[in-house]
């Protein structure tokens, strides 16, 4: 899959990642999260990243190893 990849730190909170996907030109992000991550500690943040995107026409593709 091509798109753009935006890799968040691990301290990055569900709304700064929104932010990142939103900024982004291209239709297709991958969200690479690291290990540990704040946004993996709760499915509600992925939630959002997803909701906040689809309404913004865009694909999120996470790829993370947690």
Sequence with gaps: MSGKKIIVSKNDTAELAVIKVLKCKEDKVILS????????????????????????????VIESVD
């Design 33 to 60: 999260i690291p290990n540990f991550s704040q946004l993996a500690n709760s499915i509600e943040n992925l939630r959002l990243i997803k909701r906040e995107a689809e309404e913004a026409g865009k694909e999120v």
